[in-house]
């Protein structure tokens, strides 16, 4: 071996970025093609400092724009090997165009993304909106909620990714500094027993198989696109699932840490719950439990795969509730929060009795208070008790100002 | 090509340019390879042409510069002699007779229903206002 | 570093096997196939190969068929050079862990873009990878001109030529800028090959491509590409067109070794006015009215003096 492994502390207090760019490490990744970009940045780096020191044994190519680092990833990964890189929020916005080119060459490329808002104004805080952005994009969306899940989804994402039955790339999120520069203590996983989860990387129509030449990236007009589109959303629909269960499961098995679709804080006999994802879903659980202290039964909803939607595990989470309230931490400038639509969605044809309300908190890395959970929690009895939204369908928390409230 | 419903080609839109392996395609000629139905090879540009270039080869000295002068792999040429125009992918654009050095020229455009036989019949001889 | 593959003259070279397939969708007499044949054709190498979008991608790989006898691949309009910089960084890695299916094989990355890509949209990616000292060789086809989209002018569009975008009329003779010394600048970049190629010089390009292929390093080839489309002009007329670009030096070939060295490796033994290769254009038809005549001898003036400077260049050896 031409690079050294790396003796660490069964509990390591790690920042998100740091955890993020130490599984990088563990699963010897063949290719990183990667541009900093704040608050992602300190996994680029931490990268590079492993190669310098002799812990990596690929290439770490640092291009001159993160639409080049993706560009250099599909180039690699379809050369045949493991790829990964990081961004954030305008970086994220760059690479947009190959994003989609990424998934529909159908290459298993891991992208980790701190989270930040998108200017203008500009801003380097976390919110949610460069995930939503890429939300169509045709990729995996796994969301991270603290240090040690940035860790663990990353395992989770190359072990899914490069499954030859799903063949598609998969992006981790955290929370821009909330998690990114956040130090916790995280547990971790020896360098062997990591890669080893991982595994080998399987090539597939790999380009640097010289004997089997192939063509990646063609043009295909109104007679091919659509089919090629439909097998594409198809896979995601039934061949990512399962194969994210088996992870789970298996990671499970390996680490004691159970990972769901859909993760459920104080669910079981809850009447009033909060849908909410990244670093969000600690804060409100901590109001919860206050909250079941006093003898109100609410409880808590993380979405924990974002693209596969968890449909089916939404309703399951979701229907018996009185009343639901879904937390958008992106401006959706124009209509409801992405949350509450696919809320509305799922729980639309099932018998439900459950009043969903939508509320937009958080842009540009504003706090999400206990008190504003509190009081969203209240809100949220008042509609349960009544039977009906009580406020507006959608409504703005945490902005200066008159109260904004629309719908 | 027929056409295929979504589960009926590879993922990603990939292609392959040859059945199996292909070793060492860079010293294999065309007719000894193994192309995949979906080879550009395998397709033809015929109906493009409004003339074709006829070849006369009792005049072709192999200079070959219609050869590395014709875009669509069209001259075939084997143990460095030009022995025939591929009809399929010829699309008829005329470089090769532009190129060729002969007189009187080895390679004449003629309309695409021109009788080959006629053409060669009828050859122009040798112009004695040129070179 | 593989075996340079041997080829004395035309006859030699005829015995080549195509890695490029004809029934793409070129139009006739495209002289981007005549180059890319000149190009594979100069190596016996394996190739990983890139497009950026432009006509030689969208005419080569569409649905359900590819015209590539290699690996191919095309990502976008700005990055064929980063895809196939990427590609070559997978080579290294797998090389370096042991992992390459035929790791004795000499495998060569080479990136074709147009002008539109390579000049315009996708100038920062290329100076990338040539600043990163890839082990790759970019090619553009040159056709001054956005050609898959209808004729747009690019930043490599000559002064006076008509495009859609900066077309000659009542008011203007198209054009108003000359296109930008690109060879220059990615020479600036300190990599140890460019070169200026055409195709109707194939012993010229082959001697480069090949010279290119086997330095270590990132390599920067500028071809012209004459576009009977867009020129304007028959399509069994592309080498005549090409005669008249490199014998009125319009088009010098010539290479640029580390960055600095200079050499001149075509001199026309009969120099042609450029006025004749103007003529032969339907894109310069109107420089020969009477009111836009005096950019004919502009153009003299200025291909002379580019001339004189590529051979001050050479004579200097710095």
């Known amino acids: 071996m031409a690079f050294d492994k790396l003796e660490l502390r069964d509990i390591e207090v790690w920042d998100g970025n740091f955890a993020a760019a130490q599984a990088m490490r563990q699963v010897q990744i063949d290719v990183v093609a990667a541009y900093p970009i704040t608050p992602s940045t300190p996994i680029v780096e931490g990268y590079a400092k492993f190669l310098a020191d002799g812990y990596i044994e690929g290439e770490f190519v640092m291009v001159e724009s993160e639409h080049a680092a993706m560009s250099g990833c599909i180039g690699a990964s379809a050369a045949g090997g493991r790829v990964a890189t990081a961004t954030s929020s305008q970086g994220f916005a760059l690479m947009v165009e190959t994003l989609y080119q990424a998934s529909g060459m159908r290459l298993p490329i891991v992208l980790n993304v701190v989270n930040r808002a998108l200017a203008a104004p500009l801003n380097v805080n976390g919110d949610h909106s460069d995930m939503y952005l890429g939300r169509d994009s045709g990729w995996i969306q796994f969301d991270a909620y603290n240090a040690q899940e940035a860790y663990d989804l990353n395992f989770i994402a190359f072990k899914v990714a490069e499954d030859h039955s799903v063949r598609l790339p998969a992006m981790v999120h955290q929370d821009g500094f909330l998690t990114s520069h956040t130090a916790q203590g995280v547990k971790t996983i020896t360098d062997d027993a990591a890669y080893n989860f991982v595994g080998e990387f399987k090539p597939m129509n790999d380009m640097l198989d010289l004997d089997h030449p192939v063509t990646h990236g063609v043009q295909a007009e109104e007679d091919w696109h659509f089919e090629h589109k439909a097998r594409q959303h198809r896979d995601l629909m039934l061949n990512v699932v399962p194969r994210i269960h088996e992870a789970f499961d298996a990671f499970e098995k390996l680490t004691g840490r159970k990972y769901n679709m859909v993760e459920q804080y104080n669910m079981d006999d809850a009447e009033i719950a909060v849908v909410c994802m990244g670093s969000s879903v600690e804060t409100a659980c901590e109001v919860a439990q206050e909250l079941r202290d006093q003898g109100i039964k609410v409880g808590v909803v993380g979405i924990r795969v974002i693209r596969p939607f968890p449909f089916k595990e939404v309703i399951d989470a979701l229907k018996d509730l009185k009343a639901i309230g879904a937390l958008d931490r992106s401006s959706p400038n124009g209509a409801p929060g992405m949350l509450f639509n696919e809320i509305a969605g799922a729980l639309f044809n099932t018998d439900t009795k459950a009043a969903l309300s939508g509320y937009v908190y958080g842009l540009g890395g504003r706090d999400l208070t206990k008190e504003h959970l509190r009081d969203l929690f209240k809100e949220l009895k008042v509609n349960a008790d009544a039977g009906k939204v009580t406020t507006q369908l959608q409504q703005f928390i945490g902005v200066r100002g008159p109260k904004l409230a629309f719908l | ?131 | 570093m593989g075996e340079v593959k041997k080829i004395k003259n035309l006859k030699e070279f005829s015995t080549s096997a195509d890695r490029f397939e004809g029934a793409n969708l070129l139009c006739p007499g495209c002289a981007h196939s005549i180059i890319v044949r000149e190009v594979l054709n100069a190596t016996n190498d394996d190739l990983i190969l890139a497009s950026s979008t432009g006509c030689l991608e969208v005419c080569t790989a569409v649905y359900p068929y590819t015209s590539w006898d290699a690996s191919w691949i095309h990502i976008g309009f700005e990055n064929g050079s980063t895809a196939v910089a990427g590609a070559e960084a997978m080579y290294q890695a797998l090389k370096r862990k042991g992992r390459l299916k035929q790791p004795d094989r000499s495998t060569k990355f080479v990136a074709f873009g147009g002008d539109g890509a390579s000049y315009d949209i996708g100038f920062q990616w290329i100076s990338g990878c040539m600043e990163r000292g890839h082990d790759m060789m970019y090619i553009v086809l040159d056709n001054e001109v956005y050609a898959n989209t209808g004729g747009q002018r690019s930043s490599a569009t000559p002064i006076g030529a008509s495009a859609t975008t900066s077309p000659a009329g009542r008011k203007s003779y198209g054009e108003k800028k000359n296109k930008k010394d690109m060879v220059a600048i990615m020479a600036a970049h300190d990599i140890p090959y460019s070169a200026q190629v055409a195709p109707n010089k194939w012993k010229d390009m082959v001697k480069k491509i090949q010279h290119g292929l086997n330095v270590e390093g990132p390599v920067f080839i500028n071809a012209m590409s004459p576009c009977t489309t867009e020129w304007k002009f028959d399509p069994k007329d592309t080498m005549m067109i090409s005669d008249l670009a490199t014998d009125s030096l319009v088009f010098p070939l010539y290479e640029i070794i580390d960055g600095h060295e200079l050499n001149i490796t075509y001199r026309p033994k009969h120099k042609v006015p450029v006025e004749e290769y103007l003529a032969a254009q339907g894109r310069f038809k109107h420089l020969f009215k009477a009111e836009y005549k005096h950019m004919i001898k502009e153009w003299q003036d200025r291909v002379d003096a580019t001339w004189e400077y590529l051979q001050r260049r050479e004579e200097a050896r710095v």
Not at chain 2, 1 to 24: V, Y
């Open chain 2, 1 to 131: 090509m027929a056409e295929q419903g979504w589960d009926e080609f590879e993922i990603g839109a990939m292609l392959r340019s040859f059945n199996g392996e292909a070793k060492d395609v860079a010293l294999t000629l065309q007719e000894d390879r193994d192309y995949s139905s979906n080879n550009s090879f395998t397709a033809s540009v015929a109906d493009w042409r409004i003339e074709k270039p006829v070849f006369n080869k009792d005049y072709c000295i192999d200079c070959q510069f219609c050869w590395v002068y014709c875009p669509d792999i069209s001259i075939i040429s084997r143990d460095k002699k030009m022995i025939g125009i591929d009809m399929d992918h010829c699309k008829g654009c005329g470089i090769c007779v532009e190129v060729c050095p002969t007189n009187p020229k080895s390679l004449l455009m003629y309309s695409e229903q021109t009788d080959e036989e006629q053409a060669l019949a009828a050859w122009p001889s040798k112009d004695e206002g040129e070179k």
